[in-house]
């Protein structure tokens, strides 16, 4: 499906909870940034500022790393795993190697309205690429186990929460 700017995400104007996604499962990996009330500089930011990504990963759990505009949107965290992704729309494997450079798609929609407010394709550096992809593969092999949401909490918690850096 051809994105364009104003366009209502999903085909259809409805308020929704603001909410940030990671999807694996189009044509492209995509990053879905869902803000409440977006302001004129992380409109900018998002269009054209300074981009950065990372991936953390412990074991199978992932968290896809993201800032823009350096300080406009500070680094923020997007768990991923691809077992929770779509069923409609299964994961392509093929869109990451480990020789690859992944072009992501950034999505900014409007939560009251679900207009899409930017898009913007970033091409993510071979590091980034290869981390993504090897941490999906090893998801991709082994069952989500049935506490995984805890699991994500403890590690997220460990990592950036009271005790983490």
């Known amino acids: 499906m051809l994105l364009k700017v104003g366009d209502y995400f999903?085909?259809?104007r409805r308020p929704r909870a603001p909410y940030q996604q990671l999807s694996l499962s189009g044509s492209s990996p995509e990053l879905h940034l869902v803000f409440d009330g977006i302001q004129p500089a992380e409109l900018?930011?998002?269009k054209a500022g300074k981009a950065e990504f990372g991936v953390y990963a412990e074991d199978e759990h992932l968290f896809f790393l993201y800032r823009f505009g350096s300080t406009v949107i500070p680094w923020s965290d997007v768990p991923y795993h691809v077992a929770l992704e779509n069923k409609h729309r299964p994961v392509n494997l093929q869109l990451l190697t480990?020789?690859?450079?992944?072009?992501?798609?950034v999505i900014l929609v409007d939560a009251k309205t679900s207009a899409i407010r930017a898009l913007r394709q970033v091409t993510l550096t071979p590091e980034v690429t290869r981390a993504l992809?090897?941490?999906v593969l090893l998801?991709?092999?082994?069952?989500?186990?049935?506490?995984?949401?805890?699991?994500?909490?403890a590690v997220w918690e460990g990592r950036w929460g009271r005790g983490g850096g």
């Open 10 to 12: 999903g085909g259809v």
């Open 44 to 46: 900018n930011a998002i």
């Open 98 to 105: 480990e020789q690859s450079r992944a072009v992501l798609v």
């Open 133 to 135: 992809w090897q941490t």
């Open 139 to 153: 998801q991709d092999q082994k069952a989500t186990p049935p506490d995984y949401d805890n699991q994500l909490a």
